[in-house]
């Protein structure tokens, strides 16, 4: 295991980058999978749009449409909202926050790695026509038994994978944190962005399993003529949607919760001073990954579940505004009073914070169960969480990218790239996801490849692709900055933005050993967020 | 008659107003500060160079913002109880329909009193457009309230009564319900809801609202509704 840490990561051959248990290398791995696949699924996206655009079937057919719909949603939500973010950055950047040399297990970090490539492998495979999945990602029952529904078989087996990876991961940065820290560092002067990765990962530990036995006993129903979700021979349908929501409601918060910790790294980085409530930031992150497990009925709040229920989970789900609320007014709170400089990473933070706002206010309505009866599967739902799952997250995503950029590559990446595409992705978003819930709101369906032609549905459609252009734009700048930074970037010093926290203190990129053989001295009063002197950048 | 064009559509109208106020000020005491921050603390080279880096927190601003949220919500979901009840409640002499999703289309039973079956329209699936034939549009009463009771033969498909505002599953193997009132006659969408399959999107109803004693002759009679129309007309 020594000698497969022995090169860093750009002369590293192809041996080396199959055979490599170095957290490095396995966090780029995952990130490029998960960018590569973010790159088709917005693609997935855009054809989705054109289709969408004006009544009638214009690009695709309804088959194709709703294979493009289920691609789109299962690699956006599992490629890109999860692996890129927790597989790259969680393995990239955790050992480096707490001093360690590595995650706990190198060799299964590497097999959670070629699991999930498995499972993308498979993703591949449906691209075949007549492979395609066609059940939507949340693969509900019995419609998914049927034949309508394409090849169940590779949506359960990619499940299966990414379950492998996810678990192994859990249990990997679980047992990292907990026994792999360097001398002075606490759970209080843990970086936030780390609690937030544990605090996704207990949820991952916990969920995942549920979500694995709902495909299997999707699988069994579909091949093997057992009949859980067979309502003919006395199984339920709504049984699946219980298990399977019991893992992917707090799936939405292993997606955003590390993405507020990005946040918080960056803001409190480009506002020069430390986080406003440091101390309430870590409880609000564990009180939204308790609540996250009690309130998966507002999925199904018209799915003919008990009265009774529907209130309890429409009380449990208002909950989470607390917690999430206090998160967002310690980030405001944290711009009080400091010297706030406007680069792009700050600009994607303060970006994702405004998109979360908005998302999160147009929660309510979805948690309040009586105005859920008249918007749900509307596209309104669809609108709502584009702003949280997929703008927050993106910008998010893309503000730490340039945030970490040096540490990474060694090299910075093109400020003005960056600001262009910040600007393009958020006007663009804008514009899409907010004629989106207009358009939900006064009644259009979500799921339609075609629709009636209602004259508001028409234009508001017609705004959201003007929107999707623009933020699709967007994205391709972001892109070529990246290509840019790694090929003729300015060299980066070991902390380009004059950060107190762990991570920054050794060379950019990051050396092989990390640290050496010795874990880094912290000193006594050690803070991530401990910004005094002057910036020099 | 009633003012309202439809039930629970006035209700859930006025949620969405008490939600919208309280998302506006949320929104104002939230994104206002935020912006007059960044403008206002901005970094000057000479002048202001590093932040106030002994502000960690304030106790009861912490607390301020943990109750009051607290609060609001639960009122919101107090408020949102006290609609949903009334969503849920069929008022008395309700009309029951028996409606079965299928794909791609619905079956829509009239029962009388007994549970009989009076009549029944079918909606046949039409992957290409829009219009309905005129005996395959689902005729109610205008001004009385009308029970659904749903079910599906197949897979889980959703009714939604885009008027009413409200949507239910039809799931197989359950019955579940919702109730609807139009007042204003005329011809409504109601639309599936729940992700179905191929034909998802052309899975839909023409709900033709008309007068109670015309409603009362096509049920009883059984007489095509659109050549009696077409007569008073000319």
Redesign the interface.
């Known amino acids: 295991m020594r000698e497969a840490v022995a090169v860093p990561w750009f002369s590293a051959g192809l041996k080396e980058w199959i055979f490599t248990t170095d957290h490095k290398k396995i966090g780029i791995l995952y990130f490029t999978t998960g960018l590569v696949f973010f790159i088709v699924a917005g693609l997935f996206g855009l054809l989705i749009r054109f289709e969408q655009n004006s009544p009638g079937f214009q690009v695709v057919s309804p088959g194709f449409y709703n294979y493009l719909l289920t691609g789109h949603g299962a690699v956006m939500l599992l490629w890109w909202a999860i692996a890129a973010h927790i597989g790259g950055f969680g393995n990239f950047l955790l050992p480096l926050m707490i001093g360690a040399r590595d995650v706990a297990f190198p060799r299964l970090n590497a097999l959670s790695y070629w699991a999930f490539f498995g499972a993308s492998v498979i993703v591949l495979l449906t691209l075949i026509p007549g492979n395609h999945i066609k059940m939507m990602w949340t693969g509900y029952p019995p419609y998914a038994a049927h034949a309508d529904a394409g090849v169940t078989a590779y949506y359960v087996f990619a499940i299966h994978l990414l379950g492998v990876s996810s678990i192994a991961t859990a249990v990997n940065f679980i047992t990292t944190y907990i026994r792999m820290r360097a001398p002075g560092i606490g759970f209080w002067n843990t970086n936030l962005y780390v609690h937030s990765l544990i605090a996704a990962n207990v949820i991952q530990l916990i969920g995942v399993p549920s979500l694995a036995g709902a495909v299997t006993m999707l699988f069994l129903d579909r091949y093997l003529g057992t009949n859980f979700f067979n309502p003919a021979l006395g199984g339920d349908p709504l049984l699946y949607q219980n298990v399977f929501w019991f893992y992917s409601h707090p799936a939405v918060y292993v997606m955003i919760i590390p993405i507020f910790g990005f946040y918080s790294e960056i803001l409190s980085t480009f506002a020069r001073k430390p986080i406003f409530g440091y101390k309430s930031m870590v409880f609000a992150i564990w009180g939204i990954t308790v609540i996250s497990f009690i309130v998966w009925i507002h999925h199904m709040f018209t799915s003919g579940v008990p009265d009774w229920a529907r209130v309890l989970m429409s009380y449990t789900t208002v909950l989470v505004a607390v917690p999430t609320g206090v998160k967002i007014f310690n980030w405001v709170a944290t711009l009080h009073g400091g010297a706030i400089i406007l680069r792009s990473p700050m600009l994607y933070t303060l970006g994702g914070i405004f998109m979360f706002l908005i998302g999160g206010l147009t929660g309510i309505p979805n948690a309040m169960v009586a105005i859920d009866l008249g918007v749900h599967d509307s596209l309104f739902v669809v609108g709502h969480f584009h702003y949280v799952l997929g703008m927050a997250l993106t910008l998010g995503i893309f503000g730490a990218v340039i945030f970490w950029f040096p540490k990474v590559i060694g090299k910075m990446y093109p400020e003005n790239l960056g600001k262009i595409s910040f600007w393009l992705v958020f006007i663009g978003a804008n514009i899409f996801y907010f004629s989106q819930m207009v358009a939900g709101f006064i009644g259009m369906p979500r799921r339609y490849p075609d629709y009636p032609p209602i004259p508001e549905w028409v234009v508001l459609n017609q705004i959201s692709t003007v929107g999707a252009l623009i933020l699709g734009l967007g994205v391709l700048v972001f892109l070529i900055g990246i290509v840019k930074g790694i090929t003729s970037g300015e060299k980066a010093p070991a902390n380009p933005w004059q950060s107190p926290s762990l991570e920054w203190r050794i060379d950019s990129p990051a050396p092989v050993d990390n640290f050496g053989e010795k874990p880094p001295k912290v000193e006594p009063d050690y803070h991530p967020y401990k910004y005094g002197a002057p910036p020099t950048f | 008659m009633d003012q309202v064009l439809a039930y629970?559509?006035k209700?859930?109208n006025e949620?969405?107003i008490v939600?919208l106020v309280?998302?506006v000020v949320?929104?104002s005491v939230?994104?206002i500060?935020?912006l007059y921050?960044?403008f206002k603390?901005?970094?000057?080279p000479g002048e202001?160079?590093?932040?106030?880096?002994e502000?960690?927190?304030?106790w009861g601003?912490?607390a301020l913002?943990?109750i009051v949220?607290?609060i609001v919500?639960?009122v919101?979901?107090t408020?949102?109880?006290?609609?949903?009840k009334k969503?849920?409640t069929v008022p008395e002499g309700a009309m029951t329909l028996k409606v079965t999703g299928f794909?791609w289309g619905w079956q829509v039973e009239y029962l009388d009193d007994q549970g009989n079956t009076i009549r029944t329209v079918v909606t046949a699936y039409n992957?290409t457009s829009?219009e309905t034939p005129e005996e395959q549009k689902i005729v109610v009463p205008a001004g009385r309230p009308i029970k659904v009771l749903?079910t599906s033969m197949?897979?889980?498909h959703?009714f939604?009564v885009?008027p009413a505002?409200?949507?239910?599953?039809a799931?197989?193997?359950?019955i579940?319900y919702l109730w609807f009132q139009i007042n204003k006659p005329g011809e409504y969408?109601v639309?599936?809801?729940?992700?179905?399959?191929?034909?998802?999107?052309?899975m839909?109803a023409k709900l033709k609202v008309v007068p109670p004693e015309q409603f009362a002759l096509w049920l009883r009679g059984g007489s095509d509704l659109a050549k009696k129309e077409a007569g008073e007309n000319i």
């Open positions: 629970p559509a209700w859930w949620a969405v939600w309280v998302a949320i929104y939230t994104a500060p935020g921050f960044i603390y901005r970094f000057k202001r160079e590093v932040g106030d880096h502000k960690h927190g304030h601003l912490e913002w943990t949220p607290t919500v639960l919101l979901a408020y949102s109880f006290a609609v949903f969503q849920r794909m992957p829009y749903l197949d897979v889980i959703a939604y885009m505002k409200i949507v239910e599953d799931v197989p193997g359950r579940t969408w639309f599936c809801r729940e992700f179905c399959g191929t034909g998802h999107s052309h839909f």
